[in-house]
Every structure is written in structure tokens, then in C-alpha cells.
């Protein structure tokens, strides 16, 4: 699969962007599209993700309550609106595609530069 990511951007504290990945094939049954990011000095970490039959998602503790995911199952697009962003989430962010729960659910794109400014 090939993903397509787009969004990224330089934003000042407490405002906000929106990420898209489009997929170069529909996720399978059981799959889901996500995000993960990566930060100067930091490991590599789950942002979101979305399970792509019935929607359900997941956000880890740092992100949940400020960024919403979603998709566009007619485009294989998933969406990350990023709101009340902070220099924190300065980072990488890769979308992610693969079955859930598992390690084959992993960042597989070539990633977009989000940088917020204090």
C-alpha cells in the first residue's frame, strides 16, 4: 500500500491543522488507518486511529478531548483535525494502515513536518 499524506504546517500555540492520508488501496476487513508521530529525541508514538468497517476509534491519553480522527471510506482518506495544539505536538506524523491490534498496523507513509510555535 502507498499513503499519501498532506496538512502539515507551521501553527502558533492553541490553534490548529488538519492532517488527510490517502490510501492507494481500500483497508481490508479487520484494518484500520491512523497516526503515529515522531518527535527530535523521542520515540515513535500512537496518535489515533480508526477502525475502518465500523469507525470505532482510539486515541492515546496525550491527544484524546483535542484531536479528532475520521475517514472518508468512498476516497480511503483518513483525517486528523488537530485543535488547542501545543508545542508538544511538535513532531512528525506518519499514517499508519494495517490489521488492528496488531504489529502489522504501522506507519507506512512518508510523513508531514507539524511544528507549533509557543
Known amino acids: 500500500v502507498q499513503l499519501v499524506e498532506s496538512g502539515g504546517g507551521l501553527v502558533q500555540a492553541g490553534g490548529s491543522l488538519r492532517l488527510s492520508c490517502t490510501a492507494s488501496?481500500?483497508?481490508?476487513?479487520?484494518?484500520?488507518m491512523g497516526w503515529f508521530r515522531q518527535a527530535p529525541g523521542k520515540e515513535q508514538e500512537f496518535v489515533a486511529g480508526?477502525?475502518?468497517?465500523?469507525?470505532?476509534?482510539y486515541y492515546s491519553k496525550s491527544v484524546e478531548g483535542r484531536f479528532v480522527i475520521s475517514k472518508d471510506s468512498a476516497e480511503n482518506t483518513v483525517f486528523l483535525q488537530m485543535n488547542s495544539l501545543t508545542p508538544e505536538d511538535t513532531a512528525v506524523y506518519l499514517c499508519?494502515?494495517?490489521?488492528?491490534?496488531?504489529?502489522?498496523?504501522?506507519?507506512r507513509g512518508q510523513g508531514t513536518q507539524v511544528t507549533v510555535s509557543s
Open positions: 480508526i477502525g475502518w468497517e465500523y469507525g470505532t476509534t
Open positions: 488501496e481500500r483497508p481490508r476487513f479487520g484494518y484500520a
Open positions: 499508519a494502515f494495517g490489521e488492528l491490534g496488531s504489529p502489522d498496523f504501522r506507519p
